[in-house]
């Protein structure tokens, strides 16, 4: 009776309240100043996820997250998972109990019993980011830490001729934030589509994993592109330097989603199961 | 060159960090405690609008809102109108410093110059709130301020045939909460109409006026009616009887939107003109 049960969990969150997934400077590869400084006291929801389960499960849990999402980054498929020997809560009982101790910016949106090869780091085979920028004169009131608001006109054909240059296996040195503790910086972009309804434009991008602020980092630099500071073909250059300082600017956090993660059970593809963004 | 002129504004705003439009205890109407209890130090939309007018026209200004919004009630067109002096500056450059004077959740959408015969509350002839419903098991985690969220699956069919007992010219005292400080309850309401793309349900309202809570009383008593709590007909009776205890339940301000408000030059309906919701 004191076998475990390894449960894999489905999360949403809004990211605007938190001090992301978990304090980064708690990030074994990271020697650096705490990157989103000043946020002393406030939760991560890794803590809020970890307290609730605790509760539900009552003995100590270690929660293991499959993306370290940034303050202000927002989910709609995180994955995470634990280990318990409560092998007696249905799985959805269990999620109802769960979601009743967690605030309103938090879910759980499902939980599944899973063999102990899964692992939420580990398996994770693809990964998809929505980022959200709300193109318009107008101030989105309602959400303001929803999207990212950007007042001029973008050249939407430029950037998605830019955006070609970004899919594939590549080195993506040039898109990573310094102190990501990557030995290789090379990833897969399987697909980076741009889409257009006004004011909303959406940046969808797929891949293998991503390195620390990748998505962010592509964001802003193709809205640069979008404003003709670059061209597409600058974009190529760029990537090729393997070199953060000749890339763009860091799109902020509040429009980045985490949309979902995929897994397969028992594979362990370690160079590219990274967790950052 | 000490003439005035009157300009009327146009503006969206998310309510969940103010203490509505105004502070109701002020209300010169109302004379019991503060309905939303508990909020001293959280500023109010009316007074961060003044401050920022008066930081760009240069001297004090008395900024008259035609809606009086709970706390944690948004809109999407609230109008106000203020008089000044300083003439020279085109309206277009006036939206543009006092937005730029504003929070990321407050945003003059329109400002334009109007005849003095124009009031924001007294020249009022309808309006039009919103209310969002997000109907779904899951909880809304990007907007939980935005949205009221109804775990239960709703009869929308009853819901509709309910809410034509409360469209028509009619003494709506039963939905008004008490303090409303009206001398007359009698208001027409143009249009209620329920639409559903799940997980959404929105009640759209459109009338020559408001009572204090009306809309949200509504509501609450509609979406008893969904869960067959009342029948229709019992709308008909609780219309009937004008009086608030035999309605149902207030939803929460947190769904509550007003769209917007339409005025007539010149035209003062004084018993229609009044501010509430």
Redesign the interface.
């Known amino acids: 009776m004191s076998q475990t049960q390894r449960y894999k969990l489905t999360i949403?969150?809004?990211g605007t309240a938190y001090h992301g997934w978990q304090k980064q400077f708690a990030n074994e590869f990271y020697k650096g100043p705490p990157p989103t400084g000043g946020l002393e006291g406030i939760p991560t929801i890794q803590e809020l996820l970890t307290i609730a389960i605790r509760g539900v499960v009552n003995h100590p849990i270690n929660l293991v997250g499959s993306s370290r999402t940034d303050a202000g980054v927002?989910a709609k498929g995180q994955v995470a998972h634990f280990d318990t020997h409560m092998t007696q809560i249905p799985p959805f009982g269990m999620q109802r109990a769960i979601?009743a101790r967690l605030p309103?910016?938090?879910?759980v949106?499902s939980i599944e019993p899973v063999p102990d090869t899964f692992d939420a780091i580990l398996s994770t085979v693809s990964k998809r980011y929505h980022y959200l920028i709300w193109n318009d004169f107008?101030?989105p009131?309602?959400?303001?830490d929803?999207a990212w608001?950007w007042f001029h006109k973008l050249d939407i054909p430029a950037m998605q001729a830019a955006a070609l240059h970004l899919t594939g296996t590549h080195d993506f040195a040039s898109f990573a934030k310094a102190g990501h503790g990557r030995e290789s910086t090379v990833r897969t972009v399987y697909s980076l589509d741009i889409s257009h309804r006004s004011p909303r434009i959406v940046f969808g991008i797929e891949g293998s994993g991503f390195l620390w602020n990748m998505v962010r980092i592509i964001v802003g630099t193709l809205v640069q592109v979008g404003m003709g500071r670059y061209t597409p073909d600058d974009i190529r250059h760029m990537r090729e330097q393997h070199d953060r300082n000749a890339a763009g600017n860091t799109a902020p956090a509040h429009g980045l989603y985490l949309q979902w993660i995929r897994h397969e059970l028992g594979v362990a593809n370690a160079p590219f199961a990274d967790t950052n963004e």
């Not at 009131?141 to 303001?144: A, E, F, Y």
């Open positions: 949403a969150y809004r927002h979601n309103d910016d938090i879910d949106r107008r101030k009131v309602h959400s303001p929803l608001h």
